[in-house]
């Protein structure tokens, strides 16, 4: 089961650049940006985007609503959302898996003990493509996922043209994905996650203030200096 701990560092920087701006604090002002996991109350802003990158494209979608909800209800942890000034602009939806493939099941459910991460979804608002905000927050979900101890890759199924997408941040092509959605072919890719990341994380050779997306985001010199 995911513990607790592993979902911490994920948290704290947020935490930590909250209580570290009184600026923002005395304007009672939301944060301009800030990533964080989501929970079941984020599942229509997800929906909303999934409505408009989806279906109105193909008439289906990653996850329908209530399957955001069963995800984000079982393992919020594996959410990650990038909101700017109050409004759900990019998100990832992920579960756990068990088997070295993906199979029709792993659209549903949730393996808490697998090792595998399944991406379901990684969809940015459509006013904000083309910024590389997509790249910015996958790259940021995997290195939060090297700080979970039991996750030793993520996998995610794509439609070709995509592929190149992946390759870019880092996944490499498994092939062709088993399953199909409506006439729908997939490649299934994946991405290693090393072992080691939770022993340096231990020994503080990792440090999220490194990270290029600190938070808040932007705009902080300006809510500062208002
Ligand atoms: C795919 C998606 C997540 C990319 O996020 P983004 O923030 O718009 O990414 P960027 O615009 O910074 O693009 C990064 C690279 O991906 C490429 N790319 C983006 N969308 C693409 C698409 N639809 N087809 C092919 N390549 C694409 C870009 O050309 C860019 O490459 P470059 O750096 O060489 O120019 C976003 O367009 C999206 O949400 N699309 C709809 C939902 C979707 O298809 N999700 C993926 C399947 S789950």
Redesign the pocket.
Same mark, same amino acid.
């Given at each position: 089961v995911m513990s607790i701990v592993g979902a911490q560092p994920f948290m704290k920087p947020m935490q930590q650049a909250a209580s570290t701006s009184p600026g923002i604090q005395r304007r009672h002002t939301l944060p301009a940006s800030e990533v964080r996991p989501l929970n079941t109350q984020d599942a229509i802003s997800v929906f909303e !985007?999934e409505r408009e $990158? %989806?279906i109105s494209?193909s008439g289906e979608c990653?996850l329908h609503l209530d399957e955001v909800r069963h995800f984000l209800t079982l393992c919020p942890e594996l959410s990650m959302g990038w909101i700017e000034e109050g409004r759900l602009v $990019?998100f990832i939806i992920g579960s756990l898996w068990d088997k070295d493939r993906l199979t029709t099941e792993a659209l549903t459910l949730h393996k808490p003990r697998g090792s595998t991460v399944h !991406?379901?979804? @990684? $969809?940015?608002? *459509?006013t +904000? *493509? /083309? /910024?590389?905000?997509?790249?910015? @927050? @996958?790259w940021r979900y995997l290195q939060y996922l090297r700080c979970l101890p039991t996750v030793r890759r993520a996998v995610?199924m794509?439609?070709d %043209? @995509?592929v190149? +997408?992946y390759r870019?941040s880092g996944f490499k092509s498994l092939g062709r994905c088993a399953i199909t959605v409506a006439n729908l072919t997939f490649t299934e890719m994946c991405y290693p996650i090393s072992g080691h990341a939770f022993m340096r994380r231990n020994s503080e050779a990792i440090r999220f203030p490194e990270l290029p997306l600190t938070l808040p985001l932007t705009d902080t010199k300006e809510s500062l200096d208002v």
């Open positions: !985007i $990158a %989806f494209v990653p $990019a !991406i379901h979804i @990684l $969809a940015v608002h *459509r +904000f *493509r /083309q /910024q590389g905000k997509g790249p910015i @927050l @996958l995610l794509c439609e %043209f @995509l190149p +997408f870019k």
